[in-house]
Each structure stands twice: as structure tokens, then as C-alpha cells.
């Protein structure tokens, strides 16, 4: 089992930044890959960015450039690093960790993010 717990989420002003935390308990030496997810109203949860256990990552095409994901030395700490945000940015952002030989998904409880002027 693996718990997720996401923070950092807010209301930021279109080109602002923001940067998203999520901390990883449990199992955590199962995981091989983290990643953020995000659903905005009326959409399909989506891939935001993903990182592997090697430290290969994968970003959606609209945050190319404008986003980063890392992931803390313990590796039980996800990063987002969000610049240049846009309003179609906003969304609540999930924390997502793929663990164990079953590859069982696992979500935090999501955290909002808002781009406003």
C-alpha cells in the first residue's frame, strides 16, 4: 500500500508559479513511477508529467518548457514545478504512483490549482 498526500495547490495570476508537493508513505520502496495527473471541469483527467524510477521523465505537449517534475533524494517526495501558468492551467492536480509487480495505481487526494487574474 502507498499513500499519497498532495499540497501546494492556489490561486496564482496568469504567468505566475506555483510548485506542488507530494509526499509518499507506506510502500514506498515499491514505486516505479510518479506522476501528476490533472482534471479540470467537464474534462478527462489528464497527464501532466510522469518520472520514472531511473529518472526518465514525460511531459504532456502544453506544459513542455513551462514545467518540471522532480523527485526529492529520499525518493518518497514528488515534485511539480509549474511556471508560466495559464488560466487553462486550472484544474486539480492528483498525485499518481504506480507500485509493485501488479502495477497498482494509487491517487492523492488531489489539490487545486487556479490561474486568475
Known amino acids: 500500500q502507498v499513500q499519497l498526500v498532495e499540497s501546494g495547490g492556489g490561486l496564482v495570476q496568469p504567468g505566475g508559479s506555483l510548485r506542488l508537493y507530494c509526499a509518499a508513505s507506506g510502500s514506498t520502496s515499491s514505486i516505479l513511477t510518479m506522476g501528476w495527473y490533472r482534471q479540470a471541469p467537464g474534462k478527462q483527467r489528464e497527464l501532466v508529467a510522469s518520472?520514472?524510477?531511473?529518472?526518465?521523465?514525460n511531459y504532456a505537449d502544453s506544459v513542455k518548457g513551462r514545467f518540471n517534475i522532480s523527485r526529492g533524494t529520499a525518493k518518497n517526495t514528488l515534485y511539480l514545478q509549474m511556471n508560466s501558468l495559464l488560466p487553462e492551467d486550472t484544474a486539480v492536480y492528483y498525485c499518481?504512483?504506480?507500485?509493485?509487480?501488479?502495477?497498482?495505481?494509487?491517487w492523492g487526494q488531489g489539490t487545486q490549482v487556479s490561474v486568475s487574474s
Open positions: 499518481n504512483a504506480v507500485a509493485g509487480s501488479a502495477l497498482r495505481a494509487y
Open positions: 518520472i520514472r524510477s531511473g529518472g526518465s521523465t
